[in-house]
């Protein structure tokens, strides 16, 4: 068991072997969760914090569920967090250790906040995203469900398009996938690159056409029009002709590409119709994926008292 801390931050320092350990163990949570009866004893008797001063139901429910399944009382702070929001991060934090908590999933604004709560509390703190730093639970479905597809990373191409100055899983999945042998291509404007991405171990395309080209596997960003101003993106149009990821950009791909996205998707920006609703785009696979992703990543900190840093 390679794993042996405390709490659970992002892929950038965690082994190959631990993200295989990860990925396993989510495997045997898949087939429990295929049963009749879904629900483990694992933590039967621990608590369940969540606090999320971002939104993001999906990645709510997928925590709650696996917990829940999992046998964990469960508290949502997220309707609260409006009130307590003045209060700093560290003095929420032990507020929650001194009442109990076992587990903090910390949803937050601010790049290294998960580290800062986890520096002053006992609990295991559970990065669910940190300011445009990483997602790892994403990253970590992400993965599966492209070892499920493909049987392995070792020789595959993957291409990330889109907006990857803006996001964080983008950042988990680099991390990951050249961790696990994988040939990372990415694409996007230069003005929503990532600065010196170059350091990452990736090639850096700005025609989405070569960063495509003979790729096993397309990740494509959500567009966060929120985060966009005329500097960044001067045209939606012109995005979605030089980086959306429809039908005529597919062709330069592999016959056998699959092509992901994190979800929620903007139908017709990021990804065509046509492509969404064909047999390529496997969202669903993603979605299906999203639990046993975060059980095994609360069984595996109850097992060794934590891990991940």
Known sequence: MPLHKKDFFG???MSADDIRYILGTAETMKYI???KDKKTPHLQGKSVIMLF????????????LAAQYLSANVIDMTNTVHSIEKESLQDIGQLMDQMGADFIILRHSMAGAP???ASCVEASVINAGDGFNENPGQ?????????????????LKVAIIGDLLHSRVSKSNIWGLTKL????????????????IENFGVEVYYDAREAVNNADVILTTRMRMEKQDKKSLPSLDEYKRLFRIDEN????????????????IQRGIEISSGVIDSK????????????AVRMAMFYILSQVGGAFR
């Open 11 to 13: 892929l950038r320092g």
């Open 33 to 35: 969760l295929n049963q």
């Open 53 to 64: 001063y971002e939104q993001s139901a999906r990645a709510k429910l997928a925590y709650e």
């Open 115 to 117: 580290r800062l709560l």
């Open 139 to 155: 990253s970590l479905l992400d993965l599966l469900t492209i070892r499920e597809q493909k049987g392995g990373f070792e020789g």
């Open 181 to 196: 042998g994988a040939e990372v291509c990415v694409s996007g404007p230069p003005t929503l690159m990532l600065p010196a």
């Open 249 to 264: 950009l597919l062709r330069y791909a592999k016959k056998d590409a699959i092509v992901m996205h994190p979800g929620p």
């Open 280 to 291: 390529q785009c496997i969202i669903n696979d993603q979605i299906g994926n999203s639990v």
